[in-house]
T-cell receptor
Framework: SQQGEEDPQALSIQEGENATMNCSYKTSINNLQWYRQNSGRGLVHLILIRSNEREKHSGRLRVTLDTSKKSSSLLITASRAADTASYFCATWGDMRFGAGTRLTVKP | EAQVTQNPRYLITVTGKKLTVTCSQNMNHEYMSWYRQDPGLGLRQIYYSMNVEVTDKGDVPEGYKVSRKEKRNFPLILESPSPNQTSLYFC???????????FGPGTRLTVT
């Protein structure tokens, strides 16, 4: 069964806007990871946040983790057309992925 | 260049004809895994390996076999493929289990 579930399933924004995606999971985790996938290609790791961390930044990415709510969010600031992709969260306890959020950034 | 390679990238086969999809990594990673990706279902783990000679079932292992005789290779074997195994398959590796994973480019399999 899937552990992570992303919300929304699809998101369409204009270039320069911020994009926020959410992930919920069901069981205790060691860490939570976010990945990006461009149309049918292999996934690329973006950021890993450990269960004892609450927030982490990497360039234009900001990830938060709330273990009490079993949820995480990924914020992409000042989005670009090149950010158009599907984004997945994955939890480690077992390595389980959600179905992803499809982000479209319009130029 | 550090990478995970998969072969073949595309494969069309018929029901019941045994096939192997190879996966190799050059990063000396201990952990390797196979996933399948189907529309609306995300990635589902088929099998994983924490180290040489150690393999475990993931969420959808039925109809698949794996082996890990060497650290760098983790082939996926379909002994008798069926149409419901038509999917996009990814191999991934990681230094150890809980770290970020590096994915291969994918193998698109069609079973008729």
């Amino acid at each position: 069964s899937q552990q992570g579930e992303e919300d929304p399933q699809a998101l369409s924004i204009q270039e320069g806007e911020n994009a926020t995606m959410n992930c919920s999971y069901k069981t205790s985790i060691n860490n939570l990871q976010w990945y990006r996938q461009n149309s049918g290609r292999g996934l690329v790791h973006l950021i890993l946040i450990r269960s004892n961390e609450r927030e982490k930044h990497s360039g234009r990415l900001r990830v938060t983790l709330d273990t009490s709510k079993k949820s995480s969010s990924l914020l992409i600031t000042a989005s670009r057309a090149a950010d158009t992709a599907s984004y997945f969260c994955a939890t480690w306890g077992d390595m389980r992925f959600g179905a992803g959020t499809r982000l479209t950034v319009k130029p | 260049e550090a990478q995970v390679t998969q072969n073949p990238r595309y494969l069309i086969t018929v029901t019941g004809k045994k096939l192997t999809v190879t996966c190799s990594q050059n990063m000396n990673h201990e952990y390797m895994s196979w996933y399948r990706q189907d529309p609306g279902l995300g990635l589902r783990q088929i099998y994983y390996s924490m180290n040489v000679e150690v393999t475990d079932k993931g969420d959808v292992p039925e109809g698949y076999k794996v082996s890990r005789k060497e650290k760098r290779n983790f082939p996926l074997i379909l002994e008798s493929p069926s149409p419901n195994q038509t999917s996009l398959y990814f191999c991934a590796s990681s230094p150890q289990g809980a770290y970020e994973q590096y994915f291969g480019p994918g193998t698109r399999l069609t079973v008729t």
